[in-house]
């Protein structure tokens, strides 16, 4: 799933920060850089947790965010869901050369490392790691009710 540069923007401060955000917190952090307005954070929060791709938990009245994936988790699942969108197998095999072709020899050299570690270690498809600040899944609370406020309803 590709991410808008706000959303791109947004993971960036919950992956740095390392545990879970308030609402407030993502916005505080981003506002240091542009003007944002509180209720635009607030939706694109709802929105990546609505997606999956952000872990929503109660704390209190609020609210706390955090990536249900670590950066190099969504990095690989992008770059697979690009080459699954190839129409057939001569496609992706095209634009996997193309993309191998690119590589700068560094690049090339950890891609090859990273593929016979894949092999000793199996298939890692599908398997995807918690949240990464330790909130657990099961902690994940129903959304908030339509209040505007990403506070809960009462």
Request: hydrophobic share 40%.
């Given at each position: 799933?590709?991410?808008?540069?706000?959303?791109?923007?947004?993971?960036?401060?919950?992956?740095?920060?390392?545990?879970?955000?308030?609402?407030?917190?993502?916005?505080?952090?981003?506002?240091?850089?542009?003007?944002?307005?509180?209720?635009?954070?607030?939706?694109?929060?709802?929105?990546?947790?609505?997606?999956?791709?952000?872990?929503?938990?109660?704390?209190?009245?609020?609210?706390?965010?955090?990536?249900?994936?670590?950066?190099?988790?969504?990095?690989?699942?992008?770059?697979?869901?690009?080459?699954?969108?190839?129409?057939?197998?001569?496609?992706?095999?095209?634009?996997?050369?193309?993309?191998?072709?690119?590589?700068?020899?560094?690049?090339?050299?950890?891609?090859?490392?990273?593929?016979?570690?894949?092999?000793?270690?199996?298939?890692?498809?599908?398997?995807?790691?918690?949240?990464?600040?330790?909130?657990?899944?099961?902690?994940?609370t129903g959304r908030a009710a339509s209040t505007g406020t990403g506070e809960p309803g009462r």
């Amino acid at each position: 799933m590709a991410l808008g540069d706000l959303e791109r923007d947004v993971m960036a401060q919950l992956w740095d920060a390392g545990e879970p955000l308030t609402v407030r917190a993502v916005h505080e952090r981003l506002s240091r850089r542009r003007e944002l307005a509180y209720t635009t954070v607030m939706t694109v929060l709802d929105r990546l947790a609505k997606k999956g791709v952000l872990v929503q938990a109660r704390d209190g009245r609020a609210y706390r965010y955090a990536p249900a994936q670590s950066r190099e988790e969504m990095t690989a699942a992008l770059m697979m869901d690009a080459l699954s969108a190839a129409p057939d197998d001569a496609a992706r095999d095209a634009a996997l050369a193309h993309f191998v072709g690119r590589l700068r020899p560094e690049d090339l050299t950890a891609a090859i490392r990273a593929a016979g570690q894949g092999a000793r270690s199996g298939p890692q498809s599908g398997a995807q790691s918690g949240p990464q600040s330790g909130t657990q899944a099961g902690a994940q609370t129903g959304r908030a009710a339509s209040t505007g406020t990403g506070e809960p309803g009462r």
